[in-house]
DNA sequence: TAAATGTACACCAAGTTAGTATAATATTAA
DNA sequence: TTAATATTATACTAACTTGGTGTACATTTA
């Protein structure tokens, strides 16, 4: 019940490049070292993002990688999807042909645990960075504890 | 960020125990051939039911399983967590001191995610198996489709 | 053309999952 | 008291997934 490291290292890898100004671009090391990514796991994984449309990247002397849309319009579903594939909580619920019972339509149990999947994914989609950093700032300065 | 398939059986095990009257025991064999679930990996799994204080079981002849609860007070989560373990959706909101961020304390991302866990256990904890139960009937009977 | 970068593909060790095998123990009924 | 029916305990295993690493190549800029 739980997204893979990968996908950690994802969220982190797209909330840095969220703190760049629009449109800069960010190199793997320079990710890697802020986020404490291993790089050559770091490369393959930016690929993913790439493949999903999330980031855009670019070679050479001064490449690197930047954000396709706004840290607003990103949510956590699109990362995690985009590294994990897509989000269901048991198998029958990907794959309902292959379920060993009845199948999400008539077996009440995988129909209860649909409803907490589709829920799981709103949440999932409902927070973007946007979000994360308008949070992060607040932590960090306004409201410090005292 | 999925249930094994063990706890799929399991759910389905414990539904299964839920339709019978308050009380009445079944054995491993009945469960395993009317839910489908292969003999020995059920007798496993329903140990880790009884250790979890889910189930009773009674050994020897006319031996079996049977719920030490009433099915409105046992979850989702009940069940999936005396199979699978703890729910934490990713590794630093299990062991925030193993994070190779900033913790879930300092870390925006962390933050968010566990929000998002918290409301999926949620979830997991508000669906009990008298209320699959009524679902069930609903279904077969009553509403049947035209 | 050298240096800095990303890309592609292959490989691998460790852990997890979904089982199976075997033997022992407890209870009941004949 | 023995046979049959159950659960319990322990150990094993094949296949898959995860979290990496290694090597070689391609592209861009100075």
Redesign the pocket.
């Known amino acids: 019940m739980r997204i893979?490291?990968?996908a950690d290292y994802a969220l982190r890898a797209i909330y840095y490049l969220s703190t760049l100004e629009e449109g800069t671009k960010a190199?793997?090391?320079v990710i890697a070292r802020s986020q404490n990514i291993?790089l050559?796991?770091l490369?393959?994984l930016?690929?993913k993002l790439?493949n999903a449309g999330l980031v855009e990247?670019?070679?050479?002397?001064?490449?690197?990688?930047a954000l396709s849309r706004k840290p607003k319009d990103i949510s956590f579903l699109d990362v995690i999807e985009a590294i994990d594939g897509p989000v269901y909580i048991n198998r029958c619920l990907y794959d309902p042909e292959s379920c060993n019972n009845l199948g999400v339509e008539k077996c009440s149990i995988h129909k209860a645990l649909h409803q907490i999947q589709e829920n799981l994914k709103k949440d999932l989609s409902s927070i973007n960075f946007q979000q994360v950093l308008d949070d992060t700032e607040l932590d960090g300065t306004e409201y410090e504890e005292v």
């Open positions: 893979t490291q990968e190199s793997a090391n291993p050559r796991f490369l393959k930016l690929q790439r990247s670019y070679m050479g002397v001064n490449g690197g990688y």
